[in-house]
């Protein structure tokens, strides 16, 4: 396109000038030119759109509430299904409530999965007000709920614990819920859904395998976390979690209960607390300050931080992670 200005004739009168004729002859190619590309540009995106509409359409769509029902719906989906998860990246979902759009998107989708055992506090809401056109299903159905202790109840989970997908045991269980309601939802891709659901399985059971080796060898029984999201990764591989905080960490701890723990770190020698990275560590920083220990990561995997999303994790490197703190935390 730079040709056509090119093409346009220069009088020079002594010194290079230009006639008005030639100058909006310019101006007028300038602008053409300016034109031709934007329309390009245009036509461009209208072909990727339409390149991407075509590639999504036929696609199972799926809305998760969780992040790890997320991860595991596009292990077994694969190409096959367009999913969308509800709570936003680095937001912790504990204090998250849908919009209008998140409403909207799960009354239109073929498939909603969300955890249950009362962690989506509006989930009752949505199912007795929402006309949902798609399947929905309850990821944790078939497993055995750890009742709450009355001491960390909180008015976010009413009676249950319920960060069931925390040990990959109860995981391998959510996992056949999501491939049983996808394969119910496209009988077609029954056969791909279930060779990625078996793979995924494969990988839930040697998470399974070095969990346990690491409790077995580890030289002590109990961790201190900051928040009480541990209850089945420490009932299935037995060994006991100390709470700062109860089910919800904004569930603010009394004196009694920080004296507690203070006690008992002290007396059991504990030389790590435990804390997550979706709220804010101040609390499990100054008692591990007070006390001269340390802190630790341990992943209640709720949701990813914008830099984890930006590096590629999922549930199992950040589960990876979690082992290797277990197995520091465990250590005397």
Request: glycine share 4%; net charge negative.
């Amino acid at each position: 396109m730079v040709f056509f200005c090119a093409l346009l004739k220069v009088r020079k009168v002594g010194h290079i000038s230009m006639d008005i004729t030639n100058r909006r002859n310019i101006k007028a190619c300038i602008i053409t030119c300016i034109l031709i590309v934007a329309f390009m540009l245009v036509s461009a995106c209208s072909d990727i759109n339409q390149m991407n509409n075509e590639e999504e359409e036929g696609k199972l769509t799926v809305v998760t509430s969780l992040y790890p029902l997320y991860d595991f719906v596009q292990k077994i989906g694969g190409d096959q299904v367009h999913v969308t998860p509800l709570v936003p990246v680095g937001v912790d979902p504990h204090d998250w409530t849908p919009k209008l759009k998140d409403i909207t998107n799960i009354s239109e989708t073929d498939v909603f999965i969300y955890i249950g055992a009362g962690f989506e506090r509006w989930m009752d809401s949505i199912l007795d007000s929402v006309e949902i056109d798609g399947l929905v299903a309850e990821a944790s159905t078939g497993i055995t709920l750890i009742k709450a202790a009355d001491e960390i109840k909180d008015d976010h989970h009413g009676g249950y614990d319920p960060h069931v997908w925390t040990s990959p045991k109860q995981a391998m269980i959510i996992a056949e819920n999501i491939v049983n309601v996808l394969i119910e939802a496209d009988p077609d891709q029954e056969a791909l859904f279930k060779s990625n659901y078996d793979e995924l399985i494969h990988r839930l059971e040697a998470l399974d395998e070095e969990i346990r080796v690491v409790v077995e060898h580890g030289d002590r029984q109990e961790i201190v976390v900051s928040h009480q999201s541990f209850a089945y990764l420490a009932r299935d591989y037995q060994f006991k979690q100390i709470p700062i905080m109860g089910l919800s960490p904004q569930a603010e701890p009394t004196v009694k209960d920080l004296q507690r723990i203070t006690e008992f770190i002290e007396v059991h020698g504990i030389q790590y607390i435990l804390f997550e990275e979706l709220v804010s560590p101040r609390l499990a920083e100054t008692l591990a300050a007070d006390l001269h220990i340390e802190t630790l990561v341990l992943n209640p995997l709720e949701g990813l931080t914008t830099e984890q999303q930006t590096t590629g994790e999922d549930y199992f490197s950040i589960m990876n992670e979690n082992i290797e703190t277990l197995r520091m935390a465990l250590q005397k």
